[in-house]
T-cell receptor, first 113, second 114 residues
Framework: KAGVTQTPRYLIKTRGQQVTLSCSPI?????VSWYQQTPGQGLQFLFE???????NKGNFPGRFSGRQFSNSRSEMNVSTLELGDSALYLC????????????FGSGTQLSVL | DQQVKQNSPSLSVQEGRISILNCDYT??????FLWYKKYPAEGPTFLIS?????DKNEDGRFTVFLNKSAKHLSLHIVPSQPGDSAVYFC?????????????FGTGTRLTVIP
């Protein structure tokens, strides 16, 4: 069974640009969550989607948005990039809700110059 | 404000000895706790969890202890093996069956020396 796939693996952008990251969950998983990992803050929850609906949202500005498609694939978008957005963005999928059932992808490393 | 804290960024242990990783939390509403392990270039993988109704949970070489009054949990690895070298994240949730909104610590890098 294929794991969670995130693309691209690496991304370099400049301030003010926007970026879209993609996540394909494990087949059959309907919940997709996004986390931001930075050295000083650890992993911070961005949002969760379940059956194309946002179920929960973390404490991030509106520049961070996401969506989920009918095949459970998810995208997150960051507009008007800032230097502080440089981070590893991790996607996790699960069959149901509950932290122990989260399966993470390898992440997209975003660098904002 | 970091609600889950791992105050030791790194830990080195000799192979065969015990590794103890610590985690503190501030939110008394947390009732479910997890440990994840992360290797370089890979996403975190679930290791072990504990509900607030327990004070200990064991799975093979891994044991998690919870002290609710102190808002402290720890992960014990016995015996430690070189393959255990990774970054370990402590995480907490308001409900085991709740949202996938986990609060993570900043991680502790464990190095097991052969």
């Amino acid at each position: 069974k294929a794991g969670v796939t995130q693309t691209p693996r690496y991304l370099i952008k400049t301030r003010g640009q926007q970026v879209t990251l993609s996540c394909s969950p494990i087949s059959g998983h309907r919940s997709v969550s996004w986390y931001q990992q930075t050295p000083g803050q650890g992993l911070q929850f961005l949002f969760e989607y379940f059956s194309e609906t946002q179920r929960n949202k973390g404490n991030f500005p509106g520049r961070f948005s996401g969506r989920q498609f009918s095949n459970s694939r998810s995208e997150m978008n960051v507009s008007t990039l800032e230097l502080g957005d440089s981070a590893l963005y991790l996607c996790a999928s699960s069959l149901a809700r509950g932290g122990e059932k989260l399966f993470f992808g390898s992440g997209t490393q975003l660098s904002v110059l | 404000d970091q609600q889950v804290k791992q105050n030791s960024p790194s830990l080195s242990v000799q192979e065969g000895r015990i590794s103890i990783l610590n985690c503190d939390y501030t939110n008394s509403m947390f009732d479910y706790f997890l440990w994840y392990k992360k290797y370089p270039a890979e996403g975190p993988t679930f290791l072990i969890s504990i509900s607030s109704i327990k004070d200990k949970n064991e799975d093979g070489r891994f044991t998690v202890f919870l002290n609710k009054s102190a808002k402290h949990l720890s992960l014990h690895i016995v015996p430690s093996q070189p393959g255990d070298s990774a970054v370990y994240f402590c995480a907490a949730s308001g409900s085991r069956a709740g949202a996938n909104n986990l609060f993570f610590g900043t991680g502790t890098r464990l190095t097991v020396i052969p």
